[in-house]
C-alpha cells in the first residue's frame, strides 16, 4: 500500500531496537529494573475508582457523550480552575474536556497549523509537539533548545513566525519548572504574537514538591490554551480524560474540530475526573495525592543523590516523577551498560537533538526497586 507522505515523514522510531532487547531479556527472566516508561506504578485512589463505578450506573452514560464534555463536568473544572490558579474561566465557553491531554495537544494543531508553516517546539521535548504538531500537518518543526545554564528554559524569540509554540512546565523530560518571570516573557509574547498560538502542556501541573506550585499560564494572559491532565494526578494513564482551557477562540474551533474526529471522553470517566477534582480542598490536593507525592518526592531524592554519587550532573527539581542527568557526550553506551546491569533508562536524544549526551529516568517503580536499580547503575 502507498502511505502518506506525510506519515512516511516522521522519524523512524528510535528505540525500536532497544525495546525489542529489553522485551527479549524480560522474556528470558532478566530481572530488569524499568525506568524508562513514565506510566505510575501507583494505583489510582480508592475515590477515584468507586467514582468510576458509581457513574457506570448513570442513566446516560452509554450514550455518546459530547465533543466538549460534560456541562455540569466543565463547571467543577471551571471551579476547581478558579480554586487552584485563582483563574475565572466561561465553562461554556473556555473549557473543553478531551480523551487526555495527548489528544488535544495533537488534535488542537489542525486548527492552526497550514502545510509548510513553522511550529516551535522546544528540544528535549515530549515527541508529540513535533511529530503530531507539525509534522502530522506537513509543517516545519523548529526546535527552541532548552539551554541547561539557563535552567532549561527556551528563547522564545526564535519562535518568530511560528504559527504555535509549544511550552511545557513542568517538563518533560528535564523536569525543569518555569520561573514566573518566564511566564512573564511568554505572556507579552502572546500578546504580541497574535498568529502564534501559545500553547502550555500543564500535564505535571499537580506533580510538586517540598512547597513548590506550578502556576498556569493563564495567570499571566489569557491569549493562550493550557492542557490539562488527571493521567499522572490520579495515577490513571490509561482512563483517558483531560481538559483544555483557555482563550475561546481556540477553544471554540478546538471543540469544532473533535466533532470530526471523536465523541469525547465516556461520561463515567469524565464525571470520575469532576469528582476527584471537587476532593481538593481549596488548592490543596486530597490527603491521598499529598501521599503519593510525596512517595515520588522520596524516590526523586533518592535518585538525585545516588546519581551525583556516580559523578552524573543531575537537575535536582520540584516536579515531576523524570530525572534527567548528563552522562557525557554520548549517552547510548552508558544505556546499553545499564542494561547489562538490568537498569533500563531512556536515552536522551529520543526527545530532541538537545537531548544527546543525557538520560530519562522515570521514577514509577517502587522505592526499594529504584534503591536496587542505583546501587546497580553504581556497579557501572
Ligand atoms: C509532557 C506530556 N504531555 C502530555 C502527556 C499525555 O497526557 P495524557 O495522558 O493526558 O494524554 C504526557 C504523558 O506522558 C506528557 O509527558
Known amino acids: 500500500m502507498k502511505l502518506a507522505d506525510r506519515y512516511l515523514k516522521l522519524p523512524p522510531y528510535l ?3 532497544l525495546e525489542q532487547k529489553t522485551a527479549a531479556m524480560k522474556a528470558a527472566g532478566v530481572d530488569l529494573i524499568d525506568l524508562g516508561i513514565g506510566d505510575p506504578d501507583l494505583p489510582p485512589p480508592a475515590f477515584f475508582v468507586a467514582s468510576m463505578h458509581r457513574h457506570l450506573d448513570d442513566a ?9 464534555g460534560d456541562p455540569a463536568v466543565r463547571r467543577v473544572i471551571a471551579e476547581w480552575f478558579k480554586n487552584r490558579f485563582g483563574v475565572t474561566l466561561d465553562p461554556d465557553r473556555e473549557i473543553c474536556v478531551l480523551i487526555g491531554a495527548k489528544e488535544g495537544l495533537a488534535n488542537f494543531s489542525r486548527i492552526i497549523v497550514n502545510p509548510g508553516e513553522k511550529v516551535a517546539v522546544p528540544d528535549p521535548a515530549y515527541p508529540v509537539y513535533a511529530q503530531a504538531g507539525a509534522i502530522l500537518n506537513d509543517a516545519e518543526p523548529v526546535r527552541l533548545p532548552l539551554d541547561p ?14 504559527r504555535i509554540l509549544y511550552l511545557n512546565y513542568p517538563n518533560n523530560p528535564t523536569g525543569a519548572t518555569a520561573p514566573d518571570e518566564f511566564f512573564d516573557e511568554v505572556a507579552a509574547f502572546a500578546e504580541n504574537h497574535p498568529d502564534t498560538a501559545v500553547v502550555q502542556d500543564a500535564a505535571y501541573s499537580e506533580m510538586t514538591f517540598g512547597g513548590y506550585r506550578s502556576p498556569s499560564l493563564l495567570q499571566f494572559t489569557r491569549k493562550a490554551i493550557e492542557f490539562h491532565s488527571i493521567s499522572k494526578l490520579f495515577n490513571a494513564t490509561g482512563f483517558r480524560v483531560g481538559f483544555a482551557v ?6 471554540k474551533p478546538l471543540t469544532a474540530l473533535k466533532t470530526q474526529f471523536d465523541s469525547g471522553a465516556p461520561l463515567f470517566i469524565q464525571r470520575a475526573m469532576a469528582d476527584g477534582l471537587t476532593r481538593y480542598d481549596g488548592a490543596t490536593p486530597p490527603p491521598k495525592i499529598i501521599q503519593n507525592l510525596r512517595e515520588y518526592e522520596k524516590r526523586r531524592l533518592l535518585v538525585e543523590d545516588g546519581l551525583e554519587w556516580l559523578g552524573w550532573d543531575v537537575l535536582k527539581s520540584k516536579a515531576t516523577f523524570f530525572v534527567w542527568a548528563k552522562v557525557g557526550d554520548d549517552e547510548l553506551p552508558v544505556v546499553n551498560a545499564a542494561i547489562g546491569k538490568g537498569v533500563v533508562l531512556t536515552p536522551g536524544s529520543g526527545f530532541g537533538k538537545s537531548g544527546t549526551g543525557y538520560v530519562r529516568l522515570a521514577l514509577c517503580q517502587p522505592y526499594d526497586r529504584i534503591e536496587e536499580a542505583v546501587e546497580r547503575l553504581k556497579g557501572l
Open 15 to 17: 528505540f525500536a531496537g
Open 60 to 68: 446516560d452514560t452509554h450514550l455518546y457523550p459530547t465533543s466538549q
Open 149 to 162: 545554564e539557563k535552567g532549561f528554559i527556551p528563547d522564545i524569540s526564535a519562535a518568530e513566525g511560528c
Open 246 to 251: 483557555g482563550s475561546a477562540s481556540l477553544i
